[in-house]
């Protein structure tokens, strides 16, 4: 398969350059990908979801949604099984190249997802540049270029960020600035993320009794906005206590665990070749599954692919949880990797 590149000019810089280069996109072609509607159920905070969600889907656009529109959209309760969204393609079709995220555990090619995810980005009027010989015969027309995130990780809570939302972040935010929350790494406390529970236990115990490294660790604020302290649940019993509003509780989605995910960036291209990794997002579309053990990410792929293509440049009002038929692998759709 052959690839392309787009030229960029001298005067556009290093990373212009670097990025320029990376936009040889492998052909991608396609897949009928097709949804089943069944009627709507809502239910409140991710406290409220009892169980492994089969699969769930979180989306913001950045740049056309109010910032205060957007924060109670992400905030808003969460919908389990809701009514099909009545989203439609983009009344003038964007070019995009795709360049990749970060890559986790997984059975499918980088190639072998975007061959998935074509042909449900051009229902929403997203049109892929590169032709079946991975050739860009209109560079110039390239709008956008959406990076994609997928394999099988350890996740807590698969919503869509609010905060740093630069290209420089990826699927978790960098630190900023100086301060205790950035010493120990290079990766920003992301609650969304989760990590240790039995440590994000005890921060909010500290927090319940004022303890003053329970306050000191809300510097560390991550992608929704929520830091160690300000959140409930972990693994060690011991470390679960009363509050003012209630003992601690302990649901699923208090639980980090290993999930299956695909996460897609959208980016202005003129303004990434211009700005590099202070680019900001357009748009993000975060769908996921808890890992089952006799399911490999190959199995879910493209049920992933299906719940996550009306949200595609859209805004979500809250988790969409689906439990139905939606969310059912269906028998002969396994994707198949070469050998």
């Not at 396609?30 to 239910?43: F, N, W």
């Given at each position: ?163 740093q939302l630069a290209w ?110 202070n680019a900001r997002r ?20 493209k049920m992933l692919v ?34």
């Amino acid at each position: 398969m052959q690839a392309s590149t787009l030229a960029p000019d001298a005067q556009r810089g290093a990373w212009g350059r670097a990025a320029a280069r990376l936009l040889r996109v492998s052909a991608l072609s396609l897949v009928a990908i097709a949804g089943v509607a069944s009627g709507p159920s809502r239910l409140g905070a991710t406290q409220e979801i009892k169980g492994p969600a089969p699969v769930s889907v979180s989306a913001a656009n950045y740049r056309a949604t109010e910032r205060g529109q957007l924060l109670e959209s992400v905030a808003a309760r969460n919908q389990v099984n809701p009514a099909a969204p009545s989203a439609t393609a983009l009344a003038q079709p964007q070019l995009f190249v795709f360049l990749p995220g970060e890559i986790y555990a997984s059975d499918v090619t980088y190639e072998d997802l975007c061959r998935l995810l074509t042909p449900a980005l051009a229902s929403r009027g997203y049109r892929n540049a590169a032709d079946e010989q991975g050739l860009i015969r209109e560079p110039g027309n390239v709008q956008l270029v959406l990076r994609v995130h997928y394999g099988t990780r350890p996740w807590r809570t698969p919503t869509v960020r609010t905060e740093q939302l630069a290209w420089r972040d990826g699927l978790e935010p960098k630190p900023q600035g100086r301060g205790l929350h950035t010493l120990g790494g290079d990766v920003l406390w992301d609650s969304r993320a989760g990590g240790n529970d039995d440590a994000l236990s005890a921060a909010r115990e500290n927090q319940s009794t004022g303890s003053v490294f329970g306050k000191a660790s809300a510097g560390g604020r991550g992608g929704g906005g929520d830091s160690p302290s300000s959140l409930a649940g972990g693994t060690n019993p011991a470390l679960l206590g009363q509050t003012g509003s209630g003992p601690l509780s302990l649901t699923e989605y208090e639980l980090t665990r290993d999930f299956h995910l695909i996460v897609v960036d959208a980016f202005d291209y003129a303004e990434l070749k211009s700005q590099g990794k202070n680019a900001r997002r357009l748009w993000t579309t975060f769908v996921s599954a808890p890992k089952d053990r006799a399911q490999p990410f190959s199995a879910v792929a493209k049920m992933l692919v299906r719940n996550a293509t009306p949200f595609f440049g859209e805004t979500s009002r809250g988790l969409q949880v689906y439990t139905d038929a939606r969310a059912e692998v269906i028998v002969g759709e396994a994707v198949v990797v070469p050998e």
